[in-house]
């Protein structure tokens, strides 16, 4: 009995390690192709409307995949025109970091004692030099992913073209026994996951606008690019939410006043309390309430992964497989590990 459990033990762990090193050493490929089931799963409701409409599957799938292209061409387009004034400002964007950190120091001095030299060390890899170079990252990283981008509206065209096909495969592999609790299950799974992932995606997208607003109002330079990248962090819960407003609250030290800095924590605090108690429980519901620690688990490991972009899509696909294991008897305890079942 304990040999078995140990031989069943160590093929998890080997199957865990196999499956991570391979997406980690793979990502190129999986990358783009986890981003396309995301976004194919997102227009799926929008194909089958189009079908009923009289479209053939080739023609609804390819009204979906250019939906997606006008989409990203808005938002990048707008991200592009900021990270431009970005590059075009990273000069006076420099002067007046180094001000503000040399008016820092000299308040330091007085209330600490610390002397010059150490503040100075202290300083040296943060400042205007960290938010040029982050800025910097994050614009390249929009920008220069072209090839990625084809292969995900490529493979998202794909998904959808043969998403028939891709479930007849499924079902062939299971015995024919447990074929018709297979396809109910993947049925009410895809449907509860899609309702998921479009409530998620319209509360980043409302909180995409409440940011904008919002920074806009309080005269914060680049409010656009910050608010769209500190709506998609929201999905990441407590990190995110932090992570997002540093970047527009350093921008308002270094550019605005303390006037406007209190307003930008004023803001996310606001903004978050309206999440975390109205929108989210009204928009997204409690179909899947997804447990916090196996959340920023699931994050740290996503980011480790793939960067920036493993953070953020390692969240839905949490919700999606906890959703799948919810409907699988044996994998019960493991839907109940990722959700928070006990706050409900």
Excluded: C
Excluded at 2 to 30: D, M, N
Excluded at 133 to 140: D, E, F, G, Q, R
Excluded at 216 to 241: D, H, M, Q
């Amino acid at each position: 009995m304990k040999s078995s459990l140990l031989q069943k033990s160590v093929l998890v762990l080997l199957l865990l390690v196999l499956f991570f090193g391979g997406i980690y050493f793979a990502a190129p490929f999986f990358k783009p192709l986890a981003v396309a089931f995301l976004i194919a799963l997102l227009m799926l409701r929008l194909a089958r409307k189009a079908e009923g409409k009289g479209a053939n599957r080739l023609w609804s799938s390819i009204i979906a995949v250019f939906i997606v292209v006008a989409f990203l061409t808005l938002i990048s387009g707008l991200l592009g025109y900021q990270a431009n004034q970005m590059s075009d400002n990273s000069k006076q964007l420099e002067r007046q970091g180094k001000q503000k950190i040399e008016t820092l120091q000299k308040t330091l001095e007085k209330k600490t004692g610390l002397t010059s030299k150490q503040l100075e060390s202290f300083f040296q890899n943060t400042g205007h030099s960290q938010l040029k170079s982050t800025a910097k990252n994050i614009a390249s990283s929009i920008l220069n992913s072209l090839t990625d981008l084809l292969l995900t509206l490529i493979y998202t065209f794909l998904f959808l073209y043969y998403r028939r096909h891709l479930k007849r495969f499924v079902l062939k592999l299971m015995d024919k026994k447990y074929r018709e609790q297979t396809r109910k299950t993947m049925e009410e799974s895809g449907e509860i996951a899609l309702q998921y992932l479009g409530a998620k995606f319209i509360l980043i997208g409302i909180l995409a606008t409440i940011y904008s607003i919002g920074l806009t109002l309080l005269g914060v330079k680049y409010a656009i690019f910050y608010s769209v990248l500190a709506a998609l962090l929201s999905l990441i819960p407590y990190i995110g939410n932090m992570i997002g407003a540093a970047f527009p609250l350093l921008m308002a030290i270094i550019y605005n006043d303390t006037a406007t800095a209190l307003g930008v924590v004023a803001l996310f605090a606001v903004a978050q309390f309206i999440e975390s108690y109205f929108l989210e429980p009204l928009i997204v519901g409690k179909k899947v309430n997804l447990n916090p620690m196996m959340t920023i688990l699931i994050a740290v490991l996503g980011g480790i992964l793939w960067g920036v972009p493993g953070m953020i899509i390692a969240i839905p696909y949490l919700g999606i497989i906890a959703i799948i294991f919810s409907k699988i008897e044996e994998m019960k305890p493991v839907a109940y590990l990722l959700m928070d079942e006990d706050n409900r």
